[in-house]
């Protein structure tokens, strides 16, 4: 049974920070890219920031130079550090999953608020 196990969200301050963690068990084939996006209320799913198996990264505009993606292929987990963070990074952010064959698989969520 494939799980994505989203952790690290919370409540934080306007420029504060924080780190989200998915772990991926049970996904046949290997683990090709891994990412982050995000939805605040209101609005569609957006790409946050890809990573692929051999570290290649793709971030969206809006949160260049302040987040940055990494994972550790032998725990099948992807992070997302968070820095600066501002009141429109407010949102439930969900990690995404695609195996070699193109299998997706998709995270709860995890809700990131920002505010003071």
């Known amino acids: 049974q494939v799980q994505l196990v989203e952790s690290g969200g919370g409540l934080v301050q306007p420029g504060g920070s924080l780190r989200l963690s998915c772990a991926a068990s049970g996904i046949i084939f290997s683990i090709n890219s891994m990412g982050w996006y995000r939805q605040a209320p209101g609005k569609e799913r957006e790409l946050v920031a890809t990573i692929t198996r051999d570290g290649a990264t793709n971030y969206a505009d809006p949160v260049k130079g302040r987040f940055t993606i990494s994972r550790e292929n032998a725990k099948n987990t992807v992070y997302l550090q968070m820095n600066s963070l501002k009141p429109e990074d407010a949102a439930v952010y969900y990690c995404?999953?695609?195996?070699?064959?193109?299998?997706?698989?998709w995270g709860k969520g995890t809700l990131v608020t920002v505010s003071s």
């Open positions: 995404k999953v695609i195996n070699m064959i193109g299998g997706t698989y």
